[in-house]
């Protein structure tokens, strides 16, 4: 059974930062590559950020400058450490490990952690 707990989110003000975790246990597809998605209302997911196993990271252009990644692949786990949050990062987080493949990331998901930047 594969899971993946993620933890780290909350309520923060506009300017703050929140590290986001992730573990990962069971089963795994793959973990070539791990990242974060998110969504909000009336929003399609979108990858924020991701990361292969050699450490090559991709970041949407809006969290540039702002967001990291990493990950620590002897705990099989990854980070995304949010700085200068805005209120319009307000999302559900999630975790996703697998293959990345023309910018999607095909494997396991997490369950979603609300991120809310309040202005």
């Known amino acids: 059974q594969v899971q993946l707990v993620e933890s780290g989110g909350g309520l923060v003000q506009a300017g703050g930062s929140l590290r986001l975790s992730c573990a990962a246990s069971?089963?795994?597809?793959?973990?070539?590559?791990m990242g974060w998605y998110r969504q909000a209302p009336e929003n399609e997911r979108e990858l924020v950020a991701s990361?292969?196993?050699?450490?090559?990271?991709t970041f949407v252009d809006s969290v540039k400058g702002r967001f990291t990644i990493s990950r620590d692949n002897a705990k099989n786990s990854v980070y995304l450490q949010m700085n200068n949050l805005k209120p319009e990062d307000t999302a559900v987080y999630y975790c996703?490990?697998?293959?990345?493949?023309?910018?999607?990331?095909?494997?396991?998901w997490g369950q979603g952690i609300q991120v809310t930047v309040s202005s």
């Open positions: 069971g089963s795994i597809f793959s973990m070539d590559a």
């Open positions: 990361i292969t196993r050699s450490g090559t990271t």
């Open positions: 996703a490990v697998g293959r990345l493949v023309a910018g999607t990331i095909f494997g396991n």
